[in-house]
């Protein structure tokens, strides 16, 4: 049986919790890291030494990096569906995933830290400001890309769109002003449709 490690209210965690759920996996979920601890223990570094969730084991294989186990998964179990078979589709759909790595994470962590894992005394104003406009640039080309598919990589549901959403989940739940993106909202719209994502993402900021 697959064993994720990790605590429900980790982004990357979310992640993979959505792909397993959309898949239907038997699986394992362990709370690991933060309040639950774990992560520093030497058997789980010698299962990740970078000692942070999620972690999986599927049947002896270990793997960690939460875009990894998302691509992995997909391709074991739902190649030609969460993993597209195309080589355009599926190349398409690894650049967004790629993108919310490199472009999006470095401006909604600070963003999501700063407004619900940092006391309201303690809070930069300034740098709060300068994420949420950068985020709004950002969901900005996500809106236009959106224009012309229902989906990240096309017309169905891929793995391109499990870190773009987990991301996006947040955007939306934060308090702050957002502008109208009628394409982006759509998709969002469509992605709250789907019980594993509701179950699995849709979980209160803490």
């Avoid at 919790?17 to 690991?32: S, T």
């Avoid at 299962?47 to 960690?64: M, S």
Wanted: hydrophobic content about 45%; overall charge neutral.
């Amino acid at each position: 049986m697959l064993k994720v490690w990790g605590r429900s209210n980790s982004i990357n965690v979310q992640k993979v919790m959505w792909v397993v759920a959309e898949l239907k996996l038997p699986h394992e979920r362990v709370d690991a890291g933060m309040q639950y601890g774990g992560v520093n223990e030497t058997w789980y570094r010698d299962l990740n030494p970078n000692g942070r969730v999620p972690t999986i084991d599927d049947a002896g294989f270990v793997l960690w990096e939460s875009n990894a186990i998302v691509r992995y998964l997909a391709g074991k179990h739902d190649a030609g569906g969460l993993a597209p078979i195309d080589a355009h589709a599926h190349a398409d759909a690894d650049r967004w995933m790629d993108w919310v790595t490199s472009t999006v994470h470095p401006v909604m962590t600070p963003l999501f830290w700063g407004l619900i894992r940092t006391a309201p005394e303690q809070r930069d104003p300034r740098s709060i400001q300068e994420n949420a406009a950068a985020m709004e640039g950002l969901a900005g080309i996500l809106d236009k890309h959106l224009s012309t598919r229902p989906y990240m990589a096309g017309d169905a549901l891929s793995m391109g769109d499990v870190p773009v959403g987990c991301f996006i989940y947040r955007w939306n739940a934060l308090p702050i002003e957002r502008p109208h993106l009628p394409h982006l909202a759509a998709w969002y719209a469509r992605l709250t449709g789907r019980p594993a994502f509701r179950e699995h993402v849709m979980l209160p900021l803490t």
